[in-house]
């Protein structure tokens, strides 16, 4: 059962309970004032008679002196005063007086009602009044409870709307722990990947700016000595060509990073196909052009794995990592590929033999224009590794790298057989 319905039906509960409760007082209450009145009204008829008896046995002056001795010990509010129209004692006696003609004199004697007329006016309304305020109370209680989080998050989403990211409302709704608490969190992880996607843009743009200003003030270089030196015109244009292809190859890697960034969340174009043929196709390739370099590869493949996968994304995945290992490898020492099926699960592990990089630095050579620190100047732009990373995970794969203790780098890719419904790209950060 929900947190938050528990909570309103408590509330709600005690509400009721707490109404009842009232009600069930006030009755009782007022169940005790006719016993407490008609006790009243019988004192004071006893006063009013005993006084009336003394005043017609015994004459004013004992009927006085009662009254005195009376207000003195309890007081009652008797009093007894002469009336001057001998016609006033044909009015008829009521609860409160009696008029006795005595000697020929009218006298009144008179004992006021005690008790409070107001409470009993209002007793009757006193239930509701009751049920009003206590509704009211936990009314209000609710609401705040309510309108509170409410406007923290509407606050947030305000904020994200003006593009402040680090925005954060959870740390508002400390102690609390059902559905808008969750609700809270959620937005704060919303917030994070916004803020994460945001500073990866920057970073992208700032990247691709930098990467691209070398290559252009190259073409800007080789314009000015052709202006100088027309004869270099051949030996410039040559330059030009390796420039505009550097620019070329860089465009279509942003691009390509850019989709599979973009594309995250977006379902795959998947087909069945075998990943082995794919690893075997790129391996002959890689072989050509390690020949070069004196480098051997050394292959340990499984036959076939069967997988639903995009294939583009996979040969590019497998060939920036084998490329990758082919270029920083040393000379005259060799590339080892090795693969294994584990269940519904490729694992393809690539090694190099060449300087390697810091261990502190695994992580960071996956970032999009990250290279390690003993990189070869001009040895690309740093983006394969990133395109690898991202075409896997948007399987639901792994790539990783490790240290192996004969030196060098090692990479993990590990594929799946079936893409996952939701990716690890899509669930970080």
Request: neutral net charge; contains cysteine.
């Given at each position: 059962m929900?947190?938050?319905?528990?909570?309103?039906?408590?509330?709600t509960w005690?509400?009721?309970?707490?109404?009842?409760a009232?009600?069930?007082?006030?009755l009782?209450f007022?169940?005790?004032?006719?016993?407490?009145s008609?006790?009243e009204?019988?004192?004071r008829?006893?006063?009013?008679d005993?006084t009336e008896?003394l005043l017609?046995?015994?004459?004013?002056?004992?009927?006085?002196?009662?009254a005195?001795?009376?207000?003195d010990t309890?007081?009652?509010?008797?009093t007894?005063s002469?009336?001057?129209?001998?016609g006033?004692?044909a009015d008829r006696?009521?609860?409160?007086t009696?008029?006795v003609?005595?000697?020929g004199?009218?006298?009144?004697i008179?004992?006021?009602r005690?008790g409070?007329?107001?409470l009993?006016k209002l007793?009757p309304?006193?239930?509701?009044?009751?049920?009003l305020?206590s509704?009211?109370?936990?009314?209000?209680?609710?609401?705040?409870?309510l309108?509170r989080?409410v406007?923290?998050l509407?606050d947030?989403?305000?904020?994200l709307a003006?593009g402040r990211?680090?925005?954060?409302?959870g740390?508002k709704?400390?102690?609390?722990?059902d559905?808008?608490?969750a609700l809270a969190?959620?937005?704060d992880s919303s917030?994070?990947?916004?803020?994460?996607?945001?500073?990866a843009?920057q970073?992208?743009f700032h990247?691709?700016?930098?990467?691209l200003?070398?290559?252009l003030?190259r073409?800007q270089a080789?314009?000015?000595?052709?202006r100088q030196?027309?004869?270099?015109?051949?030996?410039?244009?040559?330059?030009?060509?390796r420039?505009v292809?550097?620019l070329?190859a860089?465009?279509?890697?942003v691009?390509t990073?850019?989709?599979?960034t973009?594309?995250?969340?977006?379902p795959?174009?998947?087909?069945?196909?075998d990943v082995i043929d794919l690893?075997n196709?790129?391996?002959?390739d890689a072989?050509?052009?390690?020949?070069?370099?004196?480098?051997?590869?050394?292959?340990n493949v499984?036959d076939?794995f069967l997988a639903?996968?995009?294939?583009?994304?996979i040969y590019?995945?497998?060939e920036?990592v084998i490329?990758?290992?082919?270029?920083?490898?040393a000379e005259?020492?060799?590339?080892t590929?090795?693969?294994?099926?584990?269940g519904?699960?490729?694992?393809?592990?690539?090694?190099?033999?060449?300087?390697?990089?810091g261990?502190?630095?695994?992580?960071?050579i996956?970032?999009?224009f990250?290279?390690?620190?003993?990189?070869?100047?001009?040895?690309?732009y740093g983006?394969?590794?990133?395109?690898?990373r991202?075409a896997i995970?948007?399987?639901?794969?792994?790539?990783y790298?490790?240290l192996?203790d004969?030196g060098g780098?090692?990479i993990m890719l590990?594929?799946?057989r079936?893409?996952?419904?939701?990716?690890p790209?899509?669930?970080?950060g």
């Amino acid at each position: 059962m929900p947190r938050l319905f528990k909570k309103f039906f408590v509330i709600t509960w005690l509400t009721l309970a707490g109404s009842v409760a009232i009600i069930i007082a006030t009755l009782n209450f007022f169940e005790t004032l006719p016993s407490a009145s008609k006790l009243e009204r019988q004192k004071r008829e006893v006063v009013l008679d005993l006084t009336e008896n003394l005043l017609v046995k015994d004459g004013e002056e004992a009927a006085r002196r009662l009254a005195h001795a009376s207000e003195d010990t309890v007081p009652v509010g008797l009093t007894i005063s002469r009336i001057a129209e001998t016609g006033a004692c044909a009015d008829r006696s009521t609860a409160e007086t009696r008029t006795v003609l005595k000697d020929g004199s009218c006298y009144r004697i008179s004992v006021p009602r005690q008790g409070n007329a107001i409470l009993d006016k209002l007793g009757p309304f006193v239930p509701g009044f009751g049920i009003l305020i206590s509704s009211a109370i936990s009314a209000a209680a609710l609401a705040r409870y309510l309108i509170r989080p409410v406007v923290h998050l509407r606050d947030g989403l305000s904020a994200l709307a003006h593009g402040r990211f680090d925005v954060r409302i959870g740390h508002k709704m400390a102690g609390r722990k059902d559905e808008v608490s969750a609700l809270a969190h959620d937005f704060d992880s919303s917030a994070a990947r916004l803020q994460e996607l945001q500073d990866a843009q920057q970073r992208l743009f700032h990247d691709v700016s930098h990467e691209l200003r070398s290559p252009l003030s190259r073409l800007q270089a080789v314009g000015g000595v052709l202006r100088q030196s027309p004869g270099k015109l051949d030996a410039m244009l040559d330059r030009m060509d390796r420039e505009v292809e550097r620019l070329d190859a860089l465009v279509g890697e942003v691009l390509t990073l850019a989709r599979l960034t973009a594309g995250s969340r977006l379902p795959l174009k998947t087909q069945t196909l075998d990943v082995i043929d794919l690893l075997n196709e790129i391996l002959g390739d890689a072989a050509f052009e390690a020949q070069a370099r004196e480098v051997s590869i050394t292959a340990n493949v499984d036959d076939s794995f069967l997988a639903e996968v995009e294939g583009e994304l996979i040969y590019r995945a497998l060939e920036n990592v084998i490329r990758n290992a082919v270029k920083y490898t040393a000379e005259h020492s060799q590339v080892t590929v090795q693969c294994q099926t584990t269940g519904d699960l490729l694992k393809v592990r690539v090694a190099d033999q060449g300087l390697g990089v810091g261990r502190g630095e695994l992580e960071r050579i996956f970032q999009p224009f990250s290279r390690g620190n003993d990189a070869a100047p001009g040895g690309g732009y740093g983006l394969g590794l990133a395109i690898a990373r991202q075409a896997i995970e948007c399987h639901g794969g792994r790539v990783y790298a490790s240290l192996p203790d004969v030196g060098g780098l090692a990479i993990m890719l590990e594929i799946p057989r079936r893409p996952a419904m939701s990716s690890p790209a899509n669930d970080r950060g």
